[in-house]
């Protein structure tokens, strides 16, 4: 390819359940974004098993890979760079994205580029919708959820988290207690839509407060005693409990959401990203938010909300048009806060 082609990154990403590649453009184009899901081999656990996922991991990623490269027609020779989520997430599955990116990186001496998966969730407004620099983002996936102030690639500042559960896992431990089926996420939202919203009224736990944490393990308590309290469960209390559950959680987002956007002093644009961005009723209520504080919401289209390879080649090509890589010897991390970055 000459100079006057657009660079070109491959993205991998294996740090959960999900073994994913993707081919992205410099200007915003995704060539190909495959996605393998490992629900079937997780669902009767009722959640992810580390060593199934690493196992199944292993079996997929050059299948998938190579996927990736024929979809967007293009040999391994064409790409600028190759990026891989290098944590945090279950190290069995990062170490099998992380090792095989090195390995084609090195055969073909390109660019290694190490990706926090979180700038991943990030970063993905950027290719979706071109968002500017600075952005509030309310990062909300399976294993964190945290509001922060973007200011740049890299430059990431937490204004709040959560004390205990992680949004998703809220929604994933309550879609066990009503036995609504795995993944927890669109399971609750599938019934939330046949239940009152108003039925319970579960706490809005933190929402007194100043600042912008969370806390959603007590609400996850509170489905649990509504449960105890009935002789038998029917689907009925079921759809009312997980509609209850939900416009719990969507009232929180939007107070805490409420609170950043006051802490930050200036407008700018409210994004959504990861995993339980992907829920409707969360996305309504943030757009609402928005609208009324006169700011633009921005939320990635529902595929790009939860694991996938683009998010991964993106943020990668955000560090390589940077003018960063990493050395070969990068070593994985299973944790990896985004504001140490900075
Ligand atoms: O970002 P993600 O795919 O993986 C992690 O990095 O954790 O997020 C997965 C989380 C799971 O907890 C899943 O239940 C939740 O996102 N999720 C949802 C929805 N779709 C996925 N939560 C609420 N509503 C959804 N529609
Ligand atoms: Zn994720």
Known sequence: MGNTNPKLVLGIETSCDETAASVVTEDGQILSNVVFSQ?????????????IAARSHLQKIDGVIRQA??????????????????????????????VTAKAIAAYYSKPFIAVNHLEGHALTVR??????????????????????????????????GTIDDAAGEAFDKTAK??????????????AAVKGDPKAYNFPRSMCQREGCDFSFSGLKSAVLREVEKLDQITDQNKFDMAASFQQAIVEIM????????????????????????????????????????????????????????????WAGMEKFLLGRQDPLEFLPRPRWPLSSLS
């Open 127 to 160: 290719l979706t919708n071109k968002v500017k620099f600075p952005y509030l983002l309310l990062l909300a996936s399976g294993g964190h959820t945290q509001l922060l102030f973007v200011k740049g690639v890299g430059q990431y500042q937490e204004l709040g």
């Open 254 to 313: 939007m107070n805490r959401c409420k609170n950043a956007l006051r802490m930050i002093h200036q407008p700018m644009a409210l994004v959504v990203a990861g995993g339980v961005a992907a829920n409707r009723e969360i996305r309504n209520g943030l757009e609402r938010l928005a609208q009324k504080k006169g700011v633009e919401f921005v939320a990635p289209p529902l595929n790009l909300c939860t694991d996938n390879g683009a998010m991964i080649a």
């Open 39 to 51: 629900i079937e081999d997780h669902q009767n656990f009722g959640g992810v098993v580390p060593e």
């Open 177 to 190: 207690l009503l036995n609504l089926g795995y993944p927890g996420g669109p399971a609750v939202e599938a």
């Open 69 to 98: 490269m024929s979809q967007a027609n293009i040999k391994f020779s064409d790409l600028s760079a190759i990026a891989a989520t290098c944590g945090p997430g279950l190290i069995g599955g990062v170490l099998v994205g992380a």
